[in-house]
Nanobody, 123 residues
Framework: QVQLVESGGGLVQAGGSLRLSCAAS????????MGWYRQAPGKQRELVAA???????NYADSVKGRFTISRDNAKNTVYLQMNSLKPEDTAVYYC?????????????????WGQGTQVTVSS
């Protein structure tokens, strides 16, 4: 199995910045698309940003121009640089990865999630 461990969350004032990291470890043949989702209290989990293993990205409209997703394939790590943070960005942020694993006899693909990291933006 693959473990995704997020770090970098915390409390920041509006207008500030944070950088989230998510490191994948375990039985990995290939990491496919990776992304960041968030879930605010009382709301559904939503996609914030995603990146393919080729580097193509897409962003939620609400974060375009403020957030940047990137990845280091050699380190199996994805990052989310968050600038100009707003109180409405407050949420638990979850890392997601499409994983291809080799079991010894066949390849298996599945979706993995991290445990989440809290981001709180004060006004």
């Amino acid at each position: 199995q693959v473990q995704l461990v997020e770090s970098g969350g915390g409390l920041v004032q509006a207008g500030g910045s944070l950088r989230l990291s998510c490191a994948a470890s375990g039985s990995i043949f290939r990491l496919n698309a990776m992304g960041w989702y968030r879930q605010a209290p009382g709301k559904q989990r939503e996609l914030v940003a995603a990146i393919t293993n080729g580097g193509s990205t897409n962003y939620a409209d609400s974060v375009k121009g403020r957030f940047t997703i990137s990845r280091d394939n050699a380190k199996n790590t994805v990052y989310l640089q968050m600038n100009s943070l707003k109180p409405e960005d407050t949420a638990v942020y979850y890392c997601n990865a499409g994983v291809t694993a080799y079991t010894g006899s066949y390849y298996r693909e599945y979706n993995a999630w991290g445990q989440g990291t809290q981001v709180t933006v004060s006004s």
